[in-house]
Nanobody
Framework: DVQLQASGGGSVQPGGSLRLSCAAS????????MSWFRQAPGKGREWIAG????????GYADSVKGRFSISRDNAKDTLYLQMNSLKPEDTAVYYC???????????????????WGQGTQVTVSS
């Protein structure tokens, strides 16, 4: 069975940093471009970052560009999200997501994804 287990969330002050991890299993992780989404209280799910199969291509939402960095380790079947200069508006549950098929491109639409893992809560507050 496909599993995506996100971890690394927590509470941090504005300006702080966190590194999220997403451990993947049950599918050929190295063949899939992957993405991170988030969902803030009372809001819809938002795509924030994507990465192609071999880390050569990444993409970011304007809301996180320049502050967040997505990466992956195909040997460990793990996806990462380094979050710097965190703001209160970054408070959300963060999810990693697997596309419906092994396309090697950056995808930002919910319709392209077939599986979201268990999320991890990030709270940014002073």
């Amino acid at each position: 069975d496909v599993q995506l287990q996100a971890s690394g969330g927590g509470s941090v002050q504005p300006g702080g940093s966190l590194r999220l991890s997403c451990a993947a299993s049950g599918f050929a992780f190295r063949l899939y471009a992957m993405s991170w989404f988030r969902q803030a209280p009372g809001k819809g799910r938002e795509w924030i970052a994507g990465i192609a199969r071999h880390s050569g291509l990444t993409g970011y939402a304007d809301s996180v560009k320049g502050r967040f960095s997505i990466s992956r380790d195909n040997a460990k079947d793990t996806l990462y999200l380094q979050m710097n200069s965190l703001k209160p508006e970054d408070t959300a549950v963060y999810y990693c997501a697997k596309p419906r098929a092994p396309w090697d491109r950056i995808m930002a639409s919910d319709a392209d994804f077939g599986f979201w893992g268990q999320g991890t809560q990030v709270t940014v507050s002073s």
